[in-house]
């Protein structure tokens, strides 16, 4: 491959000589159509500035549209004009040179020595320096009051954005005309410009105000014919029509000797016309509107922004070979997998060069044709032709099919594609998967991957991309591959792992009340796809019984040493002391056999680092760990649907004798906030340091009545529910919901607040007129003594939704703000690569970091940041 | 009360970690073994309260040892410069 460095860009101002010598011709008409719709000669879409219609051959340099690169025209303008872009810079050097002789006011010798120290600092190419020395020359010229050289009081120039010049005088302010203006920098030399930063050879300091306009090719600035034939003009071709009227009126004052007045008037027209032209978005001046009211696009628009020319063109493309649709699940697909819609699977290829070895496969596909699934739609043959299969005879053409032909074959089983779904915050939002195609019209993929796209299927679209070249495929296979992504970069634990109905199921499998008969077993087993031999019966007398925990053991390699206290056994009613626990609680996988414990969220949940997938992945690898997921985990599922799981109203009442109590201790703590007012109302409260009496009253209440009671609550509720309650297993196992949850169901949803306070806004001393203005009491501040199933008040359910507010407002502010730090630290980061001494560098190895992360360690391949876990291994041998 | 007037050595202060001015011979090592210039190295201002502290001049390199939470101690370098812009 051929490669070639940029070593350097320079920007420079077009002088009038150049923009006159790159002009093809001068325009001066308005008119832009003849009568019979041809473009008139120096109007603004004379022939000379570009072929564009089809058929057209362009005039100047004999090409079609295809070929001709447009030219430039230009207008001479009656007048100058500032350039908008250029008026800093114009009010820097007015500033910084004097009116009268133009030169610098700097005196002589120290002139010399500042040309001296620019020369040197250029030698040694210390731009920084420059930068500074021009910036302290500027200034310091700008401050001198007298010229040195000739000895002229410098004039007191002020800038009124966004073009107007004044110069301050005795009897006030007098505006200075761009003519007088450029006079002023014709007259600054060349080495004086170099002190103040410029470069007189690209960028002389007068060729900031125009005296010529070049006129943009066609190609620019296209018009579009409608459907009803009228002839719809660019933007920018509106706007220099403008130009041209009011620069030909202009001209026509001059010429017949117009009061000074109207010819001002028509100047500064002219200055708005074309300001607008660069820039309609000019602070200062109104924007330049079409006809119908709409806002014109100005030269600077159409670069600028998100759809602009940089961000919307060059740095975002869109792509062939791409595919986007809704999402659904399908538990039945491998993790790796996705499920492809024919009819997609139809229109996106992949091109598949013919040899001995695949010629009768490609023959087949060929014969096929572009609507039969599995087919082909073109055929390249070596010559470079490329042949539609839609309109040829196929039969002949599969005959004609030799080595060394390519084939853009359809979709097949077994193609790798890479998945999306935006915003794109990760690298784990693009992976690569493997293609099955199904009937219907969404991508299927497995529940288990929804975590890393942070998917569900309420109407989620995704995009599938489809690599093209060899090397690429290679590349999405061994490093896109979802089994590759388990484990996630961010601190090396699973973010792909069981959720709700694979906890649900898993417990039910793995508690030791389940045994399960020949034929479920068989069932669970096929669920899975297990071909090998059914492990002897845990219980032979009087039939022949299985545990679930025999059929997870099926599963897991013969020398796997894993034990972990379950997520069930963290609750304190249940905690397990050691290892012969009535609880099942601790899970003790020796020698690839589940010895005892059930199985719950913290042994095959997602984000559960040390978990037993994170082990399996880790010491026996990714596609170990993957058949696991989609294995046992297919198994759990088919134990929740076999067993039934359900949860309903019933399982959230409780008995009158639990009410009470939950009453009672509701009460105590309403009696508790009474008497902290009437405390506070006898001023016997003492502040807290640091606090007003107001502030303490309402701390103390808030620890009374929130949390702390809660929690109090639950543990009173647990006592009550039967372990067998689907909800306290959802619950237990990490499944879904918490004892809090369940404490606002059953119980009492408890205090209500926002930003951390008790709800007090809306009416002058209450929150709603229903309270008596100033009153502290609990129920006045939101405190809601009822859960959802005894159902809220209207006031309570006021409350609630006050409070959920503002949640719902906390997301909608995060995301946006997260998204918008995403995009600048990608910006940030995106050039730095760790090289193979680990050093952390950009592009030109200019260093980040001497060594990644300081310790060199990738965090996708650590425990918890450390580059090895002793525990693991003395678990791992000692016990094995 | 604190004295305001009452200097502080801010080398003392435990947050800051410790600098110390390679010899030019050590620098050249260093530079040699990481394969760069001295530009493309992390800058540190002159202005700096440390660089000015430790008395470092334009064109040393610093070392700079500190406590890191991932590797026990890292060792980071600086380059002074005069002024610490946005480079070309």
């Known amino acids: 491959m051929l490669t070639t460095r940029i070593s350097k860009i320079k920007f420079g101002i077009l002088s009038p000589d150049e923009i006159r010598k790159m002009s093809v011709t001068t325009i001066v008409s308005t008119e832009v159509y003849d009568n019979d719709g041809m473009p008139i000669d120096g109007g603004v879409m004379d022939r000379r500035m570009g072929a564009i219609e089809p058929g057209e051959t362009c005039p100047v340099c004999g090409n079609t549209r295809e070929n001709c690169p447009g030219h430039f025209g230009h207008l001479e303008l009656a007048k100058p004009v500032f350039h908008v872009a250029f008026t800093k810079y114009i009010l820097m050097y007015l500033k910084a040179t004097c009116s009268n002789c133009g030169r610098i006011k700097i005196p002589e010798s120290e002139r010399e020595e500042f040309l001296k120290l620019l020369r040197d600092l250029e030698d040694l190419k210390l731009t920084h320096l420059k930068r500074r020395l021009h910036e302290y020359i500027r200034r310091k010229a700008a401050s001198t009051t007298t010229c040195p050289h000739c000895g002229a009081p410098s004039l007191d120039i002020k800038l009124e954005k966004p073009h107007s010049f004044y110069v301050k005088t005795e009897t006030g302010l007098r505006k200075l005309t761009p003519s007088e203006v450029r006079k002023h920098l014709e007259k600054i030399p060349d080495d004086d410009v170099r002190l103040l930063g410029g470069d007189p050879r690209d960028a002389r300091p007068e060729w900031m105000v125009l005296t010529v306009l070049p006129v943009p090719p066609k190609q620019v600035r296209p018009s579009v014919t409608l459907e009803t034939g009228i002839r719809s003009e660019d933007d920018l071709t509106h706007k220099l029509v403008d130009i041209i009227r009011v620069n030909n009126r202009l001209k026509e004052h001059l010429e017949s000797g117009a009061p000074e007045a109207i010819i001002e008037e028509e100047w500064e027209l002219l200055q708005y016309h074309i300001t607008t032209y660069f820039d309609n978005e000019v602070s200062g001046i109104p924007v330049a509107r079409h006809r119908s009211g709409k806002v014109l696009k100005g030269l600077a628009q159409r670069l600028k922004g998100k759809e602009g020319r940089f961000r919307g063109d060059l740095r975002g493309k869109r792509v062939d070979f791409s595919s986007r649709t809704v999402i659904s699940p399908d538990p039945n697909l491998s993790i790796n997998e996705v499920g492809v819609p024919e009819e997609v699977a139809k229109i996106l290829t992949i091109p598949e060069r013919v040899t001995p070895w695949n010629i009768d496969l490609l023959r087949r596909l060929v014969l096929n044709g572009p609507d039969k699934w599995p087919g082909a739609n073109y055929i390249i043959r070596p010559d470079g032709r490329k042949i539609s299969l839609k309109y040829v005879d196929r039969k002949a053409t599969a005959e004609s099919l030799e080595p060394g032909f390519i084939v853009e074959r359809h979709l097949l089983d077994g193609d790798i594609v890479l998945f999306n779904r935006q915003p794109s915050l990760h690298r784990i939002s693009v992976m690569a998967h493997v293609v099955r195609v199904l009937p219907y019209k969404t991508f299927r993929l497995n529940l288990l991957v929804c975590p890393p796209y942070n998917a569900d299927f309420d109407g989620d679209e995704m995009n599938l991309h489809v690599p093209q070249s060899e090397e690429a495929r290679a590349e999405a296979r061994l490093l896109m591959l979802v089994e590759k992504h388990i484990l996630t970069p961010r601190y090396g634990g699973p973010i792909i792992g069981g959720l709700q109905d694979y906890v649900s199921g898993a417990y039910l499998l793995t508690v030791k009340s389940t045994i399960l008969t020949k034929d479920k077993v068989v069932k669970l087993l096929a669920s899975t796809g297990y071909k090998g031999p059914l492990p002897e019966p845990a219980i032979l007398k009087p039939r022949e019984y299985w545990t679930g925990k025999q059929l997870v053991s099926l599963f897991l390699p013969k020398d796997f040493n894993y034990r972990r206290v379950s997520k069930i056994g963290s609750a304190s009613v249940l905690r397990c002391i050691d290892e012969d626990c009535p609880h099942d609680s601790i899970v003790i996988i020796r020698n690839g056999i589940l010895l005892e414990g059930v199985i719950d969220k913290n042994s095959i949940g997602r984000e559960e680092p040390e978990n037993i997938v994170h082990w399996l992945i880790k010491e026996y690898g990714e596609d170990v760990g993957r058949l696991f997921m989609d294995k046992v985990y297919k198994m759990f599922i088919t134990m929740c649907e076999m067993h039934g799981f359900t949860m309903s109203y019933d399982h959230l009442t409780v008995s009158e004798d639990a009410k009470k109590v939950i009453y009672s201790i509701i009460e105590n703590k309403k009696e508790e906030v009474s008497e902290l007012l009437k405390l506070y109302r006898e001023r016997r409260l003492v502040a807290r340091p640091g606090k007003t009496l107001e502030e303490t009253l309402e701390d103390e209440i808030i620890d009374t009545l929130s949390k702390k009671l809660l929690d109090e609550v639950a543990d009173v509720l647990t006592q009550y529910f039967a372990l067998t309650n689907p909800v306290v297993i959802m619950a237990r196992t990490g499944a879904r919901g918490n004892p809090v949850n369940l404490t606002q169901m059953t119980g009492l949803l408890g205090q209500q607040t926002v930003r951390g306070k008790r709800l007090t806004r809306g009416y002058m001393g209450r929150m709603l007129p229903h309270f008596k203005p100033g009153d502290l009491g609990a129920e006045a501040r939101g405190f809601i003594a009822k859960g959802f199933v005894d159902g809220l008040g209207p006031l309570e359910l006021f409350f609630h939704t006050a409070a959920g507010r503002e949640g719902l407002i906390d997301t909608a502010v995060r995301t946006s703000q997260s998204g918008y730090m995403q995009r600048r630290l990608i910006n940030a980061l995106q050039d730095l690569k760790v090289h193979y001494d680990g050093s952390v560098r950009t592009t030109s190895e200019e260093i980040v970091q001497l060594l990644y992360g300081e310790d060199g360690v990738d965090p996708a391949k650590s425990d918890h940041g450390k580059s090895v876990n002793i525990d693991r291994i003395i678990e791992k041998y000692v016990h094995g | ?88």
């Open chain 2, 1 to 88: 009360m604190l004295n305001m007037r009452e200097k502080v050595n801010i080398l003392e202060h435990e947050l800051v970690p410790k600098h110390e001015i390679i010899p030019p011979e050590e620098a050249l090592k260093i530079l040699k073994e990481l394969r760069i210039e001295p530009w493309q190295l992390p800058w540190i201002s002159i202005d700096d309260p440390v660089v000015k502290a430790i008395g470092a001049k334009p064109g040393d390199i610093v070392r700079i040892i500190r406590k890191s939470p991932t590797a026990g101690i890292s060792i980071a370098y600086r380059y002074v410069v005069v002024e610490v812009t946005k480079r070309t």
